[in-house]
């Protein structure tokens, strides 16, 4: 179901009367806000699936799905978990409602008969706030967009700068000369690898995340390849293991991608001459990816692996880059359903373990199917 963005802040309003709705609605209007509204809890997650909602304004006595079981279904999705709700319920201050209701995620509650001026003042902070979200994420929208327009103009260049520096090394015989050509070669094909990892961090800000073209893979040779390509240019050894015939239906140039960046991170990090080794093996419903090397990495800095930018305290050299390798690494992993861990000790050095579903994972927060409904 296809999410519809807005300029607005968009407020849910759910009660399985219509001249509820109605009521609240008509006291809630505004030129700058959007109202959709529900008189089911499977009506409201419908919604919730197509709109980014601001603040749920929700009743709690309904058929078949109480607010109080509705929002603990938000709860449950990560998509939803974090939208702000206020009960309303028409019971005498039950104390059991009202600990239930915060229990299950309410910020407040209101009792009927509903006071205008009251509502209206709980609802105006919770505009603020949805508007002054939507104004930073405009903002940084425009920012990503800036990034990724500038690092596709600037791949041309780059590109010619590489073939040039290839043909300045066939046509001289001097020493001197084709280092430098090769030393040209290599820091373009660096800058266009940041490059490309800008483009691809602007995807995942502006896009909510990865967008894949899955197929069935068999991705012992794809992950050989990989480990082909970087033994020739890796000076410690790389060694590669397969246990049992690994296919999923996944983007094998991500998958490709995610593997190339942790060998990547593998090979620069760990402890030079110690070798890396890749293993990939079937766990029942799963392919499980491990990259091993002999380095150490601390605890301190192992909290922040995987956000962007960050790559403080693992400087080895002056080619870090820009610490986008093992954030791309984890939102590929998150794109495939899959999850990633990481175990680094001084005895048995740090392993990187990718965990990905052999078949799509289908949720209620892409699909829109809600069992606990019924």
Known sequence: MKNIRSEKPVFLLVDDKAENLLALEALLRRDDLEIVTAQTGQEALELILRHDIGLAIVDV??????????????????????????FIT???????????????????????????????????????LCKQRLELSETLRFHETFVATVGHDLKNPLNSIVMASQILGTLTQDGKQLELAERIRRSAQRMASMIDELYDLSRCRLDGGLSLRRKLVELAPAIRRVVDEHRLSATVPIEFQEEGSAKAYCD?????????????????????GAPVRVRLAVRDMEVEIAVHNEGVIDAEVQKSLFDPFVSS????SGKDGLGLGLYIVEQIV?????????????????????????????????????????
């Open 90 to 128: 028409a019971g005498l201050h039950d104390r059991d409602t009202v600990f239930n209701g915060y229990d299950s995620g309410a910020v407040d509650f209101l009792h009927k008969p509903i006071d205008p001026r009251i509502l209206k003042n709980k609802v105006e902070t919770f505009f603020q």
């Open 313 to 316: 305290g693992r400087r080895r």
């Open 252 to 272: 094998d140039i991500r998958m490709t991608q995610m593997i190339s960046n942790l060998i990547g991170n593998a090979v620069k990090h760990g402890t030079a």
């Open 61 to 86: 006595q309904m058929p078949d799905m109480s607010g109080l079981e509705l929002a603990e279904l938000m709860r449950g999705s990560e998509r939803s978990k974090r939208i702000p709700i206020i």
């Open 334 to 374: 998150r794109a495939h359903d899959g999850r990633i861990e990481v175990g680094s000790t001084p005895e048995e050095g740090t392993t990187f373990t990718v965990h990905v579903p052999r078949e799509p994972k289908v949720d209620f927060a892409r699909a829109g199917v809600i069992a606990q409904a019924r």
